[in-house]
């Protein structure tokens, strides 16, 4: 694409209210928080597909060297958005509903470039000096309950701002949003029609310099406009809570058609996350099991294959494990390479209690895939259902230095607590709740710890104290900010 067609840089970091090491903590303190509000996923095959994907399309962006963090919401509803500090997530039920991936490396670009256009920090500009720890939590009150206000419309419809309306039901994040909207800020955050237009053309640029396809933009705009006028909804252009316009598609379509027209196939993992996505979501097990069964022979050999990687997920989650066991047995003796199907093998012989031969599959997973995290997560599960906490233990602490997250908290408290070590059980138990975004529990838990630990550990007592600490400042920040 010409140089000319680019959008400049905008958004000077030194022109903003904000730090850099605050834009750091101020996304740090929205992810606590939005952990307390939303199901952030906790599977690591998901997480990991979108990091690498979110990733490839950041380091094609016009700030590379800017942090991001990808991460995927457990609601079936369409929508993501993009928080401070780099921040982007995703909702499952949006990666189930493309049909390539270009559709959904469309979304994470257009997200990546409401970041680098830093839109959120420019509608706070003039606010003056805040609380990052209340002023991220009302981040999250406003992009939870702005949407649930407006599930009943938004459900059917693609929202490309932190502040559409469009996610699940429910009477928590209505109340945050109202109490929120009362101190005048919901104006403040809403993204204009031409950020939405900025952060389309930057998505658009990051999708051609990553090998992705343009012109999936504006297709799956179009696809969800027209889902909304199916289901009796219309669009109209005012609302700016809705972003997909006749006219946004247009605009997205004509600069699409600059680019040179290719093929952009799907990559293998995107379709077994998709697969595995829609068993996750569905309901009923019975639903899937029928979904996959119907498309198990049509399409590509692989796209056969993948249908038959959601038949055995959906089967084992229907209580059909001998079944389900038997296609992933298959699957992974066809597939050698892929660590997804040898993975669901382990797992699923693990669920049914089945240890030693889960032992034996996760064996030959880690000799397969020695750095495959969700493989170490699903035999770290094993060894403590198998009551050998020590080795559980060592490998998670060797994993926490890579990847901080609630789960391997808690894995390492349900370790330590076999270990009979009860002071690094509740200290674990702690962070974990801490980064859940419930700091007033991780303060109970952080107190044992500190009551178990005795004096006899001046390490520990002092981790412990400097938590404490910092866990009691933030709390009462956070309950001075209501």
């Known amino acids: 694409m010409p140089r000319s067609q680019e959008l400049p840089e905008i958004g000077d970091p030194s022109g903003t209210v904000f730090t850099p090491a605050e834009e750091i903590e101020l996304g740090e303190a929205f992810f606590r928080s939005l952990h307390g509000e939303v199901a952030v996923s906790e599977d690591a095959e998901v997480s990991e597909y979108i990091q690498t994907i979110g990733q490839k399309l950041a380091a094609n962006s016009s700030n590379p060297t800017q942090a991001f963090h990808f991460f995927v919401v457990e609601d079936p509803t369409i929508n993501a958005f993009a928080g401070p500090g780099g921040y982007i997530g995703i909702h499952s039920g949006l990666i189930q509903v493309t049909e390539e991936e270009s559709e959904l490396a469309s979304v994470l670009g257009h997200e990546i470039g409401h970041v680098t256009q830093r839109h959120l920090y420019r509608a706070f500009q003039a606010q003056g000096r805040i609380q990052l720890v209340s002023f991220a939590a009302m981040l999250v009150a406003m992009l939870i309950g702005s949407k649930m206000a407006n599930s009943s419309y938004a459900n059917q ?9 469009c996610q699940s039901s429910g009477n928590t994040g209505q109340g945050l949003a109202m109490a929120a909207m009362g101190a005048g800020t919901q104006a403040m955050i809403n993204f204009t029609r031409e950020n939405e237009a900025e952060a ?26 027209q889902s909304t006028r199916y289901s009796g909804h219309g669009t109209p252009e005012f ?3 809705h972003p997909v316009t006749v006219s946004r598609i247009a605009e997205t379509r004509s600069r699409a058609e600059k680019y040179p027209y290719r093929q952009y196939p799907d990559s293998f993992t995107y379709q077994v996350i998709r697969a595995k996505v829609r068993v996750q979501f569905t309901r009923n097990p019975k639903e899937a099991v029928a979904y996959f069964q119907g498309i198990r022979n049509q399409g590509t050999q692989q796209q056969q294959d993948v249908a038959r990687y959601g038949l055995a997920l959906a089967l084992v989650a229907d209580d059909h ?7 992933l047995q ?8 892929q660590s997804h199907f040898i993975n669901a093998l382990a797992k699923a012989e693990m669920d049914r209690q089945n240890v030693a031969k889960a032992m034996q599959v996760f064996a030959q997973a880690r000799e397969r895939f020695p750095e495959n995290t969700a493989i170490k997560l699903n035999y770290i599960n094993a060894l403590l259902l198998d009551k050998k906490p020590e080795p559980a233990r060592k490998l998670l602490e060797e994993m926490i230095h890579k990847n901080v997250t609630p789960d391997i908290y808690e894995l390492l408290a349900k370790a330590y607590s076999g ?5 690094e059980s509740h200290r674990y138990l702690g962070e974990a709740y801490y980064a859940d975004g419930q700091t007033h529990v991780a303060l109970l838990h952080m107190n044992l710890a500190r009551k178990y630990a005795g004096n006899n550990n001046f390490y520990l007592n002092s981790v412990i ?5 910092k866990f009691t400042e933030e709390e009462k920040e956070r309950q001075s900010g209501k």
């Open 330 to 337: 298959e699957l992974t003796a066809e597939y050698p390479h």
């Open 419 to 423: 270990l009979r070590n009860e002071a």
């Open 465 to 469: 104290d400097e938590r404490l600490r």
């Open 239 to 241: 609302l700016l809570t």
């Open 321 to 327: 494990a001998d079944e389900g066991i038997k296609l």
């Open 200 to 225: 389309d053309n930057v998505g658009m640029q990051i999708l051609s310099r990553s090998e992705f396809d343009p012109r999936s933009m504006p297709t799956f705009f179009e696809r969800m406009q």
């Open 157 to 165: 419809a693609y929202c490309a701002s932190s502040t559409s309306g």
